[in-house]
């Protein structure tokens, strides 16, 4: 069966620190792979998304970015962290973007 | 940008009781789902109905999909204490070149009662 891996469960960073949150799924091939940020009581908003190695879409302008170093894992990054950066960030894939999505546990990360 | 809204933002119910959310959305979708997210934790995926669908059922649940007023609506039937969470309508559109996206609401919060 499928499974989707995501840590860490929850961070604190200081302002102006890297950032790295990693993402893997096991159990299946060539998965579309989405990172989401939901602020505290709201949506989900779409970050970035990925249809394959080195392949990712950008959905808003910010201080993160995205990488697809293997087929089953997605990384989010910053180099310098900002206090608007902190939320919950929730990495997610599916079979294709037509069907339903499968999400990690997320990352609550506060950046301090 | 937000796709699907959420009404109500929240809801308040007793065990037993029937809890309807309802979403709207603003373009054309090739289908809608519903998610469930219990307090801090990632999202589970309940029902996805699909645009030329109007009505379906999963165990307690039931999903209408209007697609001329762009709207659906999830009922939960005999709701239990364990229901409470959060709940989201995601929308599937066409992004460009035959690339979809999901694209989620801002919830309703259910609050089920013992």
């Known amino acids: 069966s499928q499974t989707i891996h995501q840590w860490p469960a929850t961070l604190v960073q200081p302002v102006g620190s890297p950032l790295s949150l990693e993402c893997t799924v096991e159990g299946t091939s060539n998965p579309n792979l989405y990172w989401y940020r939901q602020a505290a009581g709201r949506g989900l908003q779409l970050l970035f998304y990925s249809v394959g190695i080195g392949q990712i879409s950008s959905e808003v302008p910010q201080n993160l970015s995205a990488s697809r170093p293997q087929d089953r894992q997605f990384i989010l990054s910053s180099k310098k962290l900002l206090l608007s950066d902190s939320g919950f960030y929730l990495c997610?894939?599916?079979?294709?973007?037509?069907?339903?999505?499968?999400f990690g546990q997320g990352t609550r990360l506060t950046v301090v | 940008s937000q796709q699907g809204e959420e009404d109500p933002q929240a809801l308040s119910i007793q065990e037993g009781e029937n809890a309807t959310m309802n979403c709207s959305y603003k373009t054309s979708i090739n289908n809608l789902q519903w998610y469930r997210q219990n307090s801090g934790r990632g999202l589970v995926h309940l029902i996805l109905i699909r645009s030329n669908e109007r009505e379906k059922h999963s165990g307690r649940l039931r999903v209408t999909l209007d697609t001329s007023k762009k709207s659906s609506s999830l009922l939960i039937t005999a709701s239990r204490a364990a229901d409470t969470a959060s709940y989201f309508c995601a929308t599937a559109t066409d992004s460009g070149a035959g690339s979809y996206q999901l694209t989620f609401g801002k919830g309703t919060k259910l609050s089920v009662i013992p």
């Open positions: 997610a894939w599916s079979v294709s973007p037509t069907v339903e999505a499968f």
